[in-house]
């Protein structure tokens, strides 16, 4: 499970998930009244939960599929 192969895997999914909820977090922020950029940082909190959800499920997917991988499928 933890080959070079798949903490990249892993790495790469969570940086994903966490740029495009923070980015999509934000953006939906400042549309909102009253919302300002010192609301910003909540996004990247939401990301960063994101980002953690995906690495943890690749961890769970990789028991499932390939062991090298972060992929559920094969």
């Known amino acids: 499970m933890m080959s ?3 903490l ?3 790495a790469e999914r969570a940086l994903k998930t966490f740029v495009q909820t923070t ?4 953006l939906v922020l400042l549309t909102v009244d ?8 909540g996004a990247a909190a939401a ?3 994101a980002g953690t959800l995906s690495a943890l499920t690749s961890i769970l ?5 390939n062991p090298d991988s972060a ?3 094969e």
Do not use: H, Q, Y
Not at 34 to 41: E, H
């Open 4 to 6: 070079r192969r798949f």
């Open 8 to 10: 990249r895997d892993l």
């Open 23 to 26: 980015i999509t977090g934000a």
């Open 34 to 41: 009253g919302a300002s950029w010192s609301d910003v940082p």
């Open 47 to 49: 990301g960063a939960f």
């Open 61 to 65: 997917s990789s028991l499932r599929g």
């Open 71 to 73: 992929s559920f499928v």
